[in-house]
């Protein structure tokens, strides 16, 4: 996963192994302006497959988004 996050995100957008302050752990998170988003390992890599192999721009762009929306949904 962190290569996948690695691809498609900035350095320091996201952080692997993220604690909570309540002690819970997740395997990821997105920093999101003044959010902090969960990723869970378990997110589907049909999009970001999609996204890496297609080689027009603009529609990659458009699977590198729908990808990026899906690491949102997944927690």
């Not at 996948?4 to 819970?24: A, C, H, I, R, T």
């Not at 990821?28 to 890599?45: E, G, M, T, W, Y």
């Amino acid at each position: 996963m962190e290569n996948v996050l690695k691809n498609v995100l900035p350095p320091g957008s996201f952080q692997m192994q993220y604690k909570f302050s309540d002690g819970d752990i997740v395997d990821a998170v997105v920093f999101a302006n003044d959010k902090v988003i969960p990723i869970d390992s378990k997110f589907s890599l049909e999009n970001y497959n999609k996204a890496i192999a297609e080689k027009d721009p603009t529609a990659r762009e458009v699977l590198e988004n729908t990808f990026k929306s899906d690491l949102k949904k997944t927690h």
